[in-house]
């Protein structure tokens, strides 16, 4: 799941700036209605370290965790990968299936698993895992599923996983001067090290490439572009 806010023009994937909800809500419902919001609501590009960190890599299999409207999905399968997006909405599966039969891709090239990852989680193992903004609103264990998310990626295979790192500057602008800025706190953002110690992947079964915060551009809501940090975790399984 993910989001760097609809308005962020390069990202397509969940995670929310809403106030916390006060009740709790199931979790596919909660998608289901945020995603009727509107006809789109991400931007349909492929995620900047997604493309950043695969495009060197021999293409295989490829589990996309949180998939949305299938823009990294998208992306990975025109570049040769057999691609599995996954995502808790039906709605936002229809909308990446129907981009993917109008670019011409099939079934052998990517295919699209709607699974509620706190409950479950799609079954084989992959080259490459990608969990590009997994979070959530509403009840998810995140360090579960990133876990389950390690023990999906087969020998030799690739686990990517990027997650914000601080608040847009929008929200720090649309609130009153006695306002919070964001329902988000400063220990919301996870740092490199924190991902890694949330995965506690073996050393002896793994090889960290990168952890790192990685800047990025992207465009506000005003239009204008800004600079965005990204927590960005790279790991390769021996």
């Known amino acids: 799941m993910n989001e760097r806010s609809?308005?962020?023009?390069?990202h397509q994937q969940h995670h929310h700036d809403e106030a916390p909800t006060e009740a709790p809500i199931e979790p596919r419902a909660f998608?289901?209605?945020?995603y009727g919001e509107r006809?789109?609501?991400?931007?349909g590009a492929a995620n900047r370290a997604l493309v950043d960190v695969v495009?060197?890599?021999?293409?295989?299999?490829a589990l996309d965790l949180g998939c949305g409207e299938g823009g990294d999905s998208l992306w990975l399968a025109e570049a040769g990968w057999q691609v599995t997006g996954a995502d808790i909405s039906a709605t936002a599966l229809e909308r990446a299936a129907v981009q993917?039969?109008?670019?011409g891709l099939g079934a052998e090239a990517v295919s699209w698993l709607?699974?509620?990852?706190?409950?479950?989680?799609?079954?084989g193992t992959y080259d490459l895992v990608s969990a590009c903004f997994l979070a959530s609103p509403v009840q998810l264990?995140?360090?579960k599923v990133l876990r389950r998310a390690a023990d999906a990626v087969t020998a030799g295979g690739t686990l990517l996983i990027v997650s914000h790192a601080a608040m847009p500057p929008w929200a720090r602008h649309r609130h009153g001067p006695d306002e919070a800025p964001s329902s988000h706190g400063p220990g919301d953002f996870p740092t490199p090290a924190e991902e890694l110690e949330l995965l506690g992947l073996d050393e002896d079964r793994w090889t960290v490439v990168t952890a790192e915060v990685r800047p990025r551009q992207a465009t506000g809501p005003e239009g204008a572009v800004v600079d965005l940090e990204d927590t960005v975790i790279v790991a390769r399984r021996h």
């Open 6 to 10: 609809s308005t962020d023009m390069e």
């Open 31 to 34: 998608w289901e209605a945020r």
């Open 39 to 43: 006809e789109r609501i991400w931007s």
């Open 55 to 61: 495009s060197p890599l021999k293409p295989g299999s």
């Open 100 to 103: 993917a039969h109008s670019r």
């Open 114 to 123: 709607q699974v509620d990852l706190g409950e479950d989680f799609p079954p």
């Open 141 to 143: 264990n995140r360090g």
